[in-house]
């Protein structure tokens, strides 16, 4: 038994909880969940590198304590947010915004709604008491100690329902944006629920207004996908390079359903993604890649849960991160294909590019098998640029950097091209274009 | 002033000295070959000529168009025009021949601080040459040498010789792997590119490349010197006698 002793900062968070809990929404079973996650946090507090999932990224190390709840924004910090999210506007999306953890129906886009299609405040669904919806968003493993933090404390979010047969065209897009100099916390938790045949994109992103610097941001997504849907899912991490990120989503698929999500974190100084995913449908099939584009002191970590319950299912992945400086990046990848689940197909590849001698990249591959009719496989490597194509480059003209981004661009390619949508595709290029450019 | 000019150049790699003293003139115009056994050096004169890191210039001097050759970084000297055709052209997945040759010689008249090439001018450049080598369009959208022949990979360094107009080409070796077809069409490449104003510098350990590009000199290189030089003849001599005659002189 490991007895963790709380420290003061754990109290400190204590007592914040006391004072704010009458202010989340959500009464009766809503608040007991919120209590039952809160205590749940409680007894483990921070996690640190003793628990082996949180070895590479200790919180109580590099996050220290957890901040004082964000206050509800102002005009001032509507404003903010609405230059912060000009600068990264996306075409042709249903655009949905949280400013410092609270849904600004004015900068969000919720007119003429598609048939199928409806999309409401988390804070909004909690208040309206609809007891079924309020318990599958509180649905979580308060294991977890920061999906638990979250739960306790999340002020709003948003819940999206397509319904059967609803396929949409125009991507959703859900913003974060932290508005503010103030070094706050938010909590948001967001529903994603999709009918069986129905179709959607979603893009998450989370953003820095001018100033903001040393915030927190703590995101939780739960996504049910129908049978046979398909969600193509795009998450974009280009926050404050002083700002912490623990985000967590958890998917689950129906039969023949199909998941398709891209990761992209170049902002964050301590970021952290947790990704669970349960094929619980026969004949379902999971793509899940990532890119880390980071430098400096940044450390984000990917931590990836692949969860195979059923026959017939296919997994792929493919990571890669790119590190400078003194940066750190984690990708934790576990498989666990059950007894039942036989004929999976599972298969995870991560590289890493280091570019700098003190750059660390911690890659932590996963098996766990116990069905014995299926194809599963696993590869990591960790390498720095090949010096005969950067003088072979730099031999027809390329200055260094330039080479270097040539060869960087293309070693994060095989991940970005597995966006389906072009234009997509296009905006996590420039995010990577982004990057480079602010390093030459 | 002659082009290219090395005086008494010494290299080491690591704690090895390969080059002991080289010496070389070459002028607009010519074409030089320089020939020589396995391990006497050839390689590494084009690689210091190109600017690859890991060898030690210890003593001497490149000098090109009379400026310290030695003083640029590789890009730099590909922008003056001084160009290396591999022996052998590393293959670059992920990034496509056309984007590859397009950011290349945008960089290269950026330093020279000429204007950017526009896509289609450079799409219609690229395409007049590629089709003068026989070089399907299809292969510029793959990754730079990617999957490519022995023949297709020179005949890559050949559009690019072709498209950079570089003042010197320095060829390493560029009959190694190719049959005699693929190197005809190679060489008549490389002659379509002598000029008045440009050299060439020809590394080969075999006569046979001198029947397709004919020298005006020909040096023989023996454990890192030039021991000997002469016209084109003496290339036909090295065929029939070998090059045990140098080892000794050397």
Not at chain 2, 23 to 51: D, E, R, Y
Not at chain 2, 91 to 120: C, M, Y
């Amino acid at each position: 038994m490991n007895v963790v002793a709380k420290t003061e900062t754990g109290r400190a968070l204590g007592d914040a909880f006391a004072v704010v809990r009458d202010r989340l929404p959500g009464k009766g079973k809503i608040a007991d969940q919120r209590q039952q996650a809160f205590e749940a946090y409680e007894r483990s507090g921070l996690p640190h590198r003793r628990i082996e999932d949180w070895k590479y990224t200790d919180l109580r190390a590099l996050m220290r304590e957890v901040l004082p709840l964000a206050p509800a924004p102002d005009a001032a910090a509507l404003d903010r947010a609405t230059a912060a999210i000009k600068l990264r506007a996306i075409d042709g999306v249903r655009r949905l915004v949280l400013v410092d953890g609270a849904f600004a129906a004015d900068l969000s886009d919720l007119g003429s709604l598609e048939k199928g299609l409806s999309v409401r405040p988390l804070r909004e669904v909690l208040d309206a008491g609809d007891a079924a919806l309020s318990a599958q968003a509180f649905a979580s493993d308060i294991s977890n100690p920061m999906i638990a933090l979250n739960g306790a404390m999340a002020t709003d979010g948003v819940v999206i329902d397509i319904a059967d047969g609803t396929v949409l065209t125009r991507p959703l897009h859900i913003v974060h944006v932290a508005s503010g100099t103030a070094p706050v916390a938010t909590f948001t938790r967001s529903l994603l629920r999709l009918g069986r045949d129905t179709g959607v994109t979603l893009v998450e992103s989370y953003l820095a207004a001018e100033g903001a610097k040393a915030y927190q941001t703590h995101d939780g997504l739960i996504v049910a996908i129908g049978d046979n849907a398909r969600l193509d899912h795009v998450r974009l991490v280009e926050d404050s390079v002083d700002a912490f990120n623990i985000s967590s989503a958890t998917v689950t698929l129906g039969a023949h359903a199909h998941f398709n999500t891209f990761g992209l974190t170049s902002g964050g100084h301590v970021s952290r993604y947790q990704l669970t995913v349960t094929c619980a449908g026969e004949g379902s099939k999971v793509e899940t890649n990532g890119v880390n584009l980071i430098n400096g002191k940044q450390h984000a970590d990917t931590t990836l849960f692949m969860d195979h319950a059923v026959p017939h299912c296919a997994s792929r992945e493919i990571f890669r991160a790119v590190v400078d400086d003194r940066a750190h990046s984690v990708f934790q990848g576990r498989i666990i294909v059950r007894p039942d689940a036989q004929k999976t197909d599972a298969k995870m590849m991560t590289r890493a590019l280091l570019l700098s001698d003190d750059a660390e990249a911690d890659n932590k591959p996963e098996l766990e098998i116990f069905a014995d009719d299926v194809t599963c496989g696993h590869g990591a490597t960790t390498g720095a640029l090949d010096e005969s194509l950067l003088f072979y480059m730099r031999a027809r003209g390329l200055p260094e950097k330039e080479a270097q981004a040539l060869l960087i661009q293309a070693f994060v390619g095989e991940a970005i091209e597995t966006i389906a949508s072009d234009a997509l595709r296009e905006v996590a290029i420039a995010a990577a274009q982004r990057w480079l450019e602010a390093r030459a | 002033m002659s082009l290219l000019e090395v005086k008494d150049l010494q290299v080491r790699v690591e704690e090895r000295e390969i080059l002991h003293g080289l010496s070389l003139t070459v002028n607009p115009g010519q074409v030089h070959a320089i020939m020589g056994p396995n391990g006497s050096g050839k390689s590494t004169l084009s690689h210091v000529i190109a600017g690859k890191p890991g060898y030690e210039v210890t003593g001497g001097q490149i000098l090109f168009k009379g400026e310290d050759l030695l003083e640029m970084a590789p890009n730099e000297r590909a922008a003056k025009g001084v160009f290396l055709a591999f022996q052998y052209p590393v293959e670059i997945p992920g990034v496509t021949t056309w984007n590859f040759l397009h950011a290349a010689l945008n960089a290269q008249r950026k330093a020279r601080g000429e204007d950017e090439i526009s896509s289609p001018a450079f799409l219609k450049k690229v395409r007049e040459v590629a089709k003068s080598l026989n070089i399907p369009q299809d292969m510029l959208k793959r990754g730079v040498n990617v999957g490519f022949s022995g023949g297709e990979k020179k005949r890559n360094e050949i559009l690019q010789m072709a498209l950079f107009e570089p003042a010197v080409c320095i060829l390493d070796e560029m009959d190694s792997g190719l049959d005699i077809d693929a190197l005809r069409i190679a060489a008549d490449g490389v002659n379509a590119l002598r000029s008045p104003e440009r050299a060439m510098v020809v590394i080969t350990h075999y006569q046979r490349l001198l029947n397709y590009i004919v020298p005006d000199v020909v040096h023989v290189m023996s454990k890192g010197r030039v021991v000997k030089s002469g016209g084109k003849e003496l290339a036909l001599e090295l065929e029939e006698s070998g090059y045990a005659q140098f080892e000794d002189a050397a």
